[in-house]
């Protein structure tokens, strides 16, 4: 009886045990997915603000794949917003106390166009901390500036974990965005009553709206009115043809960037009927009104590792400009897009509507294409066997093992592996749907140039990324040269990363520019 009783107990202990190791939270692999998502304390899209208005924003981490808990070692992000239009309230970035974790708040990054606030959290004792499926990781606030009507976009970025041996871990689906319209109300006008704009229109209101000086006087054939140019303080300038016109006249405007620029949004008070004319938006039209118009624009600038605002990924003092202007075969044909979650506003514009519209990469719809998921070997060799030109093998015949016969990819795989382009991860294997990394990437862009027997000039004149030790031995010299041609760059604080994931927006604007090099 004693030896049953014992038999039962040391049972029911295993069960227990067994009980408590499985309920543990398990920690962040790559099978565990987030969405780090930007809200706001207004609704609306976009959100509709005025000067002096203070939103506040707040940072939730959600746990999408299970409504499991996980365990945390740390985490890091970063919120960029347009530094012309917000600035940061003092002393309201705030970091909620997390279980056995805490929060290392970093000054905010301040460059001429746009302000990088870091939020990080480490665990104290470094065994990290079990954490709920969903949680609020920072809040901050941000007071609209002075100036004229714009939209622009606040977005976090680079929202990464750490694991239990510090490795970074980029386990996430979504990094949110919130779109945000600055309207600069103005008095209400009597358009035919300067001297008194605020009574509505009365009997001895002059006739002529457009002229204070001589109110009785209707608009004359002769009369023409001025193009105020507010021109960017970097960047570029903006040239218009006419510098008066009078009304019912088309007036063109044309943007000459400086390197490394790209058009945000354009701006044309008092005109109706403004629009780009061509693809690149660095040239537009309007008919002159019976008024004078005040015209601009803001500019952005872009880092070799496709980032904004100078606030880019890489330590290059000279970029690559972007690929604004069409090139290569100049009988290929081009497909109008319109992808709605890559709206002109965002960084990666140019480069996905360069890719696109010449049927190099496709969207995951006619109207999604998806820029923050991150891309697989698969889509990543795909894309640059269409950017070759090459005809295409019909089916894959060779040692890898994991080609389905019918797979949209398997002709590319049959290209790039008989080229030299890519090895696949084993003798027999290619994993086509993991992840491609970032020195995979570089690898082959590298060996596609190559492959084309081109020299890469060198625009880049960076030190070396402070983690270069951790790259792979076969992907030294390819991460070196794509850093040289400004093609692919690190991040803010000096390194590579070169097992981190690039989202398809990132991996884009490294082939778009390697394109346009090749191309030139």
Same mark, same amino acid.
């Given at each position: 009886?004693?030896? *049953?009783?014992?038999? *039962?107990?040391?049972?029911?202990?295993?069960?227990? *045990?067994?009980?408590?190791?499985? %309920?543990?939270?398990?920690?962040?692999?790559d099978?565990?997915?987030? %969405?780090?998502n930007?809200?706001?304390?207004?609704?609306?899209?976009?959100?509709?603000?005025?000067?002096?208005?203070?939103i506040?924003?707040?940072?939730?981490?959600?746990?999408?794949?299970?409504?499991?808990?996980?365990?945390?070692?740390?985490?890091?992000?970063?919120?960029?917003?347009?530094?012309?239009c917000?600035?940061?309230?003092?002393?309201?970035?705030?970091?909620?106390?997390?279980?056995?974790?805490?929060?290392?708040?970093v000054?905010?990054?301040?460059?001429?166009?746009?302000?990088?606030?870091?939020?990080?959290?480490?665990?104290?004792?470094?065994?990290?901390?079990?954490?709920?499926?969903?949680?609020?990781? =920072?809040?901050?606030?941000?007071?609209?500036?002075?100036?004229?009507?714009?939209?622009?976009?606040?977005?976090?970025?680079?929202?990464?974990?750490? $694991?239990?041996?510090?490795?970074?871990?980029?386990?996430?689906?979504?990094?949110?965005?919130?779109?945000?319209?600055?309207?600069?109300?103005?008095?209400?006008?009597?358009?035919?009553?300067?001297?008194?704009?605020?009574?509505?229109?009365?009997?001895?209101?002059?006739?002529?709206?457009?002229?204070?000086i001589?109110?009785?006087?209707?608009?004359?054939?002769?009369?023409?009115?001025?193009?105020?140019?507010?021109?960017?303080?970097? =960047?570029?300038?903006?040239?218009?043809?006419?510098?008066?016109?009078?009304?019912?006249? $088309?007036?063109?405007?044309?943007?000459?960037?400086?390197?490394?620029?790209?058009?945000?949004?354009?701006?044309?008070?008092?005109?109706?009927?403004?629009?780009?004319?061509?693809?690149?938006?660095?040239?537009?039209?309007?008919?002159?009104?019976?008024?004078?118009?005040?015209?601009?624009v803001?500019?952005?600038?872009?880092?070799?590792?496709?980032?904004? =605002?100078?606030?880019?990924?890489?330590?290059?003092?000279?970029?690559?400009?972007?690929?604004?202007i069409?090139i290569?075969?100049p009988?290929?044909?081009l497909?109008?897009?319109?992808?709605?979650?890559?709206?002109?506003?965002?960084?990666?514009?140019?480069?996905?509507?360069?890719?696109?519209?010449?049927?190099?990469?496709?969207?995951?719809?006619?109207?999604?294409?998806?820029?923050?998921?991150?891309?697989?070997?698969?889509?990543?060799?795909?894309?640059?066997a269409?950017?070759?030109?090459?005809?295409?093998?019909?089916?894959?015949? =060779?040692?890898?093992?994991?080609?389905?016969?019918?797979?949209?990819?398997?002709?590319a795989? %049959?290209?790039?592996?008989?080229?030299?382009?890519?090895?696949?991860?084993?003798?027999?294997?290619?994993?086509?749907?993991?992840?491609?990394?970032?020195?995979?990437? %570089?690898?082959?862009?590298?060996?596609?140039?190559?492959?084309?027997?081109?020299?890469?000039?060198?625009?880049?004149?960076?030190?070396?990324?402070?983690?270069?030790?951790?790259?792979?031995?076969?992907?030294?010299?390819?991460?070196?040269?794509?850093?040289?041609a400004?093609?692919?760059?690190?991040?803010?604080?000096?390194?590579?990363?070169?097992?981190?994931?690039?989202?398809?927006?990132?991996?884009?604007?490294?082939?778009?520019?390697?394109?346009?090099?090749?191309?030139?």
């Amino acid at each position: 009886m004693k030896r *049953l009783f014992s038999l *039962l107990l040391a049972l029911f202990m295993l069960c227990m *045990l067994s009980a408590t190791a499985y %309920a543990r939270p398990l920690p962040i692999d790559d099978s565990v997915v987030f %969405a780090f998502n930007l809200e706001a304390d207004a609704v609306g899209s976009p959100l509709n603000v005025a000067p002096g208005d203070v939103i506040d924003l707040t940072v939730t981490v959600q746990r999408i794949d299970s409504e499991d808990s996980f365990t945390m070692y740390a985490m890091v992000y970063e919120l960029v917003y347009d530094s012309d239009c917000f600035e940061l309230v003092d002393d309201s970035a705030s970091m909620p106390a997390l279980p056995s974790h805490q929060a290392f708040p970093v000054p905010p990054v301040v460059f001429s166009s746009a302000t990088i606030v870091n939020f990080g959290y480490s665990s104290v004792d470094g065994r990290g901390a079990s954490m709920p499926e969903s949680f609020v990781a =920072g809040t901050l606030q941000l007071k609209v500036k002075e100036g004229p009507d714009s939209q622009t976009t606040v977005f976090l970025r680079n929202c990464s974990f750490s $694991t239990a041996n510090g490795m970074a871990v980029y386990a996430t689906q979504s990094e949110g965005s919130l779109t945000i319209a600055i309207e600069n109300p103005q008095e209400p006008i009597d358009p035919v009553d300067p001297i008194d704009p605020i009574d509505p229109v009365d009997p001895v209101d002059p006739v002529d709206p457009v002229d204070p000086i001589d109110p009785i006087d209707p608009p004359q054939p002769g009369d023409t009115y001025a193009i105020i140019i507010n021109q960017p303080s970097i =960047g570029g300038t903006i040239a218009s043809s006419h510098q008066r016109a009078a009304a019912g006249e $088309t007036v063109t405007l044309t943007v000459r960037l400086d390197n490394s620029y790209i058009i945000n949004s354009w701006y044309v008070h008092e005109a109706q009927d403004f629009a780009t004319t061509n693809r690149a938006r660095t040239q537009g039209s309007f008919t002159m009104p019976a008024r004078d118009v005040t015209v601009g624009v803001t500019l952005s600038r872009i880092s070799s590792g496709g980032n904004i =605002g100078g606030t880019g990924s890489g330590s290059s003092t000279a970029p690559v400009p972007p690929p604004t202007i069409d090139i290569g075969d100049p009988q290929m044909p081009l497909t109008e897009v319109n992808f709605a979650d890559v709206p002109s506003s965002h960084w990666a514009y140019e480069y996905v509507e360069y890719m696109a519209s010449r049927g190099f990469v496709q969207g995951r719809s006619d109207t999604r294409f998806a820029p923050d998921e991150l891309i697989t070997r698969a889509e990543f060799i795909t894309i640059l066997a269409r950017m070759s030109g090459e005809v295409l093998p019909d089916v894959y015949a =060779g040692p890898f093992t994991d080609i389905p016969a019918g797979a949209y990819y398997a002709g590319a795989v %049959a290209w790039g592996s008989a080229n030299g382009i890519t090895s696949g991860t084993s003798e027999t294997a290619f994993t086509p749907s993991r992840n491609i990394s970032r020195q995979e990437i %570089a690898t082959m862009l590298s060996r596609y140039a190559t492959y084309l027997e081109k020299q890469l000039p060198k625009q880049v004149d960076a030190p070396m990324f402070t983690d270069f030790d951790t790259v792979s031995e076969y992907a030294n010299e390819a991460v070196l040269q794509m850093q040289s041609a400004g093609i692919i760059g690190g991040y803010p604080d000096g390194t590579f990363r070169p097992r981190a994931n690039a989202s398809r927006s990132e991996s884009i604007k490294m082939m778009a520019v390697l394109h346009y090099l090749i191309a030139q």
